[in-house]
């Protein structure tokens, strides 16, 4: 009877179909069961991230898009940001990194050697709609008397340029530097320009350079008109004139209120900040101290506007031997009411250690 039992035994728990081989068999269907699960699941999670992304992407703007890309246009573009406002994009350039995606803070493009501009919407007459956080503002292309200047505002004039006029209407806007002129050759060389210095060195737009000075108008004036042949853009430049200085302060104060006449996040003399030098080592500014460009008075990604040197513009002063108009004070004042980015000065044709210049660039006109 053992025997048989036995035998009973062997055959139930051996063989092809005995309890073993089934369960074995009974663990690879389940693991094999398991994997086929795990795959459908991973293709539903696939399929959910798909849509869920493209959901995302729609509810992205045209700004945020072109930003995310770091593509260059290749060919003058206009897109939209958040809040639906219209950006024309030049040709060869890209929306930087460190762009904002509203007018209202700051779009700024990039062109392939890294100078940056800001989008400033603008229009002559009427003016041009912006839509903000704030609500709907109008920004006009014109000059305006901020109350702050060396004699009266009398004193200054300018015809409204015709090709800045056509641009900024057929565009909605222009671009102005997002910080002062910079002296290529001298920040390369981890220096601050000396008087002497060559005037005629590339120019950069860009945070952390030297800042353009001891430099005369008239080349100033072709350094900036230059950048469009140096650079190959397709639009134009040149030295900022009174209409886009002050439009640019017009659109600032829509987060300031005050731009014009107080600029307190100026470089003056009885300011304390950290700065980073020329050589990138982090200072404590306690005195005058000239500071590379892009370190002071930003608002709407606007750099360098209310005060690091005097910024010449193509503004005529008609005091007597100082027929030149700067703006915006220099690292030598107080921080006084005066001294503001709307603050007017006359100077003559000479170059000087407090004076720079801003660059602001006009896209194209389509025929």
Not at 130 to 147: C, E, M, N, S, V
Not at 209 to 216: D, G, S
Not at 303 to 322: A, H, I, L
Request: aromatic share 10%; charged share 25%; hydrophobic share 30%.
């Amino acid at each position: 009877m053992l025997l048989i039992l036995a035998s009973v035994a062997i055959s139930l728990t051996t063989g092809s179909n005995g309890i073993f081989t089934r369960a074995e068999n009974a663990v690879d269907r389940y693991e094999i069961a398991s994997k086929d699960e795990q795959d459908e699941m991973n293709k539903a999670v696939d399929f959910m991230d798909k849509y869920m992304n493209e959901d995302n992407d729609a509810e992205k703007s045209e700004v945020e898009k072109a930003k995310e890309s770091g593509t260059f246009f290749e060919k003058d573009t206009t897109i939209k940001d958040d809040l639906e406002n219209e950006i024309r994009v030049p040709e060869e350039f890209k929306i930087a990194e460190d762009s904002a995606t509203a007018v209202e803070d700051g779009i700024v493009i990039e062109d392939r050697v890294g100078n940056q501009f800001v989008w400033i919407p603008a229009k002559t007459g009427s003016g041009a709609t912006i839509h903000t956080t704030l609500g709907d503002k109008t920004i006009i292309y014109q000059r305006t008397d901020f109350g702050k200047q060396d004699g009266n505002y009398s004193d200054y004039s300018e015809t409204l340029p015709t090709d800045e006029e056509a641009s900024v209407n057929a565009n909605g806007g222009y671009y102005i530097g997002r910080f002062e002129a910079g002296d290529k050759l001298s920040t390369d060389a981890k220096k601050m320009r000396e008087e002497g210095d060559n005037q005629s060195n590339e120019i950069s737009i860009k945070k952390g350079q030297a800042p353009y000075n001891y430099i005369t108008y008239d080349n100033s004036n072709n350094l900036a008109e230059g950048m469009v042949s140096a650079r190959g853009y397709k639009g134009t430049t040149k030295i900022t004139s009174s209409y886009a200085w002050d439009t640019a302060i017009n659109f600032i104060q829509i987060k300031i209120p005050d731009y014009g006449t107080y600029s307190p996040q100026g470089n003056f003399w009885d300011i304390s900040f950290e700065y980073t030098d020329i050589e990138g080592k982090v200072q404590t500014k306690t005195n005058q101290t000239l500071v590379p460009t892009g370190q002071t008075t930003a608002v709407s990604n606007i750099y360098d506007m209310g005060g690091n040197c005097w910024e010449r513009t193509s503004e005529f002063c008609s005091k007597e031997n100082v027929p030149i108009t700067g703006r915006g004070c220099y690292y030598g004042n107080g921080s006084r009411p005066d001294a503001s980015a709307g603050y007017r000065n006359g100077y003559d044709d000479t170059s000087r250690v407090t004076c720079s210049f801003h660059v602001s660039l006009y896209c194209s006109i389509e025929s």
